[in-house]
């Protein structure tokens, strides 16, 4: 058994510090060291996106990851979109009412990605969007519903 480091970061706004072996990759870390399970693991070859968390403000793919890169950062996590009342952040919201998600499991990473998108493009066309979003797979959706509720949410972002 590897010597374990001591891992320390900004999660979701707050600080956090937990060990870590240093092959330990940031998706467990994420789901078991610090209990958010929010972050979902799928192909663990960082194909399908359902495990993209942003990370000192880029999205990257947390099973293709280790925890002690994270060191210092600043993490955010799907839990991270929640308001601190616990209301849903206003993607979030589009998601459910433009019916962006059907069975959920990619729906994390595809939020997360889609955070990206709308902070560093708030102007993204429907095309950005689907560029945006294409490197997260999703086998319900269809996708089209995904790029209506961010175009909804990038012309109303606070409704």
């Given at each position: 058994?590897?010597?374990?480091?001591?891992?320390?970061?900004?999660?979701?706004?707050?600080?956090?510090?937990?060990?870590?072996?240093?092959?330990?990759?940031?998706?467990?870390f994420?789901?078991?060291?610090?209990?958010?399970?929010?972050?979902?693991?799928?192909?663990?070859?960082?194909?399908?996106?359902?495990?993209?968390?942003?990370?000192?403000?880029?999205?990257?793919?947390?099973?293709?990851?280790?925890?002690?890169?994270?060191?210092?950062?600043?993490?955010?996590?799907?839990?991270?979109l929640?308001?601190?009342?616990?209301?849903?952040?206003?993607?979030?919201?589009?998601?459910a009412?433009?019916?962006?998600?059907?069975?959920?499991?990619?729906?994390?990473?595809?939020?997360?990605?889609?955070?990206?998108?709308?902070?560093?493009?708030?102007?993204?066309?429907?095309?950005?969007?689907?560029?945006?979003i294409?490197?997260?797979?999703?086998?319900?959706?269809?996708y089209?519903?995904?790029?209506?509720?961010?175009?909804?949410?990038?012309?109303?972002?606070?409704?």
């Amino acid at each position: 058994m590897s010597e374990k480091l001591l891992v320390s970061l900004e999660v979701n706004g707050e600080v956090v510090e937990h060990e870590a072996e240093p092959r330990t990759l940031l998706s467990t870390f994420i789901r078991d060291g610090l209990g958010l399970t929010g972050t979902h693991v799928g192909c663990e070859h960082g194909i399908c996106g359902a495990c993209t968390v942003i990370l000192n403000g880029v999205t990257v793919r947390s099973c293709l990851t280790f925890a002690v890169q994270a060191n210092g950062g600043k993490l955010k996590t799907v839990e991270g979109l929640l308001r601190r009342d616990g209301s849903l952040h206003p993607l979030q919201k589009k998601f459910a009412e433009h019916h962006a998600l059907q069975c959920g499991f990619c729906t994390p990473g595809m939020l997360m990605t889609c955070e990206e998108i709308c902070h560093n493009k708030p102007a993204a066309t429907r095309e950005d969007i689907r560029e945006g979003i294409s490197g997260n797979l999703c086998r319900c959706t269809g996708y089209q519903t995904i790029v209506n509720a961010v175009a909804d949410y990038l012309e109303n972002p606070h409704g």
